[in-house]
Structure formats: structure tokens, C-alpha cells
Nanobody, 117 residues
Framework: QAQLEESGGGLVQPGGSLRLSCAAS????????MNWYRQAPGKQRELVAR???????TYADSVKGRFTIARDNTKKTLYLQMNNLKPEDTAVYYC???????????WGQGTQVTVAS
């Protein structure tokens, strides 16, 4: 059974850092394009960062220069390093494998990130 499980969220002060992880199981991880999304209260879910199977990265303008997406194919794990966090980064962060190569759209359960002093 294909699953994604996020971890690493928490409460951090403005200017701080967190690293989110997304452990994949039951998927052929290394060939998949993977995404991080986030959803703040009262707002639509938005794409934060994307990484292709050959490690090309794209970012939302709001996180460029502060967030870094990475993948470890041997561990089947996706990461999101978040630096210089701001209160507006507060959201539930989701790992996503979009539908591709005959697979369905797959989401993790999300991990809460709260940036507050």
C-alpha cells in the first residue's frame, strides 16, 4: 500500500529553522516527481516546492532563497529545509506525489508548522 508520512513540524520562533521529512513506502520513489504543499487556516492549499526525479527544483516565490527541497532515493525520503521562517509560513505542510506514470495522486497526513514568538 502506497503511503507518505510527514514529520518534523513544530513551533519555532521567527528567523528559526525546521526540516520536514516525508517517508514514502509502497512507491517507486526514485522515478517520481514530488511536491511539498501547505495550507494555512482559511486559505487554499498552495504548492511550496517541487523536485523532479533528476532533482530539478522549483519554488513558490514566497519561499525562494529560504526553503530547499531535497530527496534521498536510497531512504525513499523527501525533505524540506526551511530557514529564516516567518509567521506567514505557519501552515499544515503536506507531502504529495501527483498522479504520474500510471499512479494516483497521493498525500500524506500533514505536519503542522507554527512560527510565532
Amino acid at each position: 500500500q502506497a503511503q507518505l508520512e510527514e514529520s518534523g513540524g513544530g513551533l519555532v520562533q521567527p528567523g528559526g529553522s525546521l526540516r520536514l521529512s516525508c517517508a514514502a513506502s509502497g512507491v517507486v520513489f526514485e522515478v517520481m516527481l514530488m511536491n511539498w504543499y501547505r495550507q494555512a487556516p482559511g486559505k487554499q492549499r498552495e504548492l511550496v516546492a517541487r523536485i523532479t526525479s533528476d532533482r530539478r527544483q522549483t519554488y513558490a516565490d514566497s519561499v525562494k532563497g529560504r526553503f530547499t527541497i531535497a530527496r534521498d532515493n536510497t531512504k525513499k525520503t523527501l525533505y524540506l529545509q526551511m530557514n529564516n521562517l516567518k509567521p506567514e509560513d505557519t501552515a499544515v505542510y503536506y507531502c504529495n506525489r501527483p498522479a504520474q506514470l500510471g499512479t494516483d495522486d497521493l498525500w500524506g497526513q500533514g505536519t503542522q508548522v507554527t512560527v510565532a514568538s
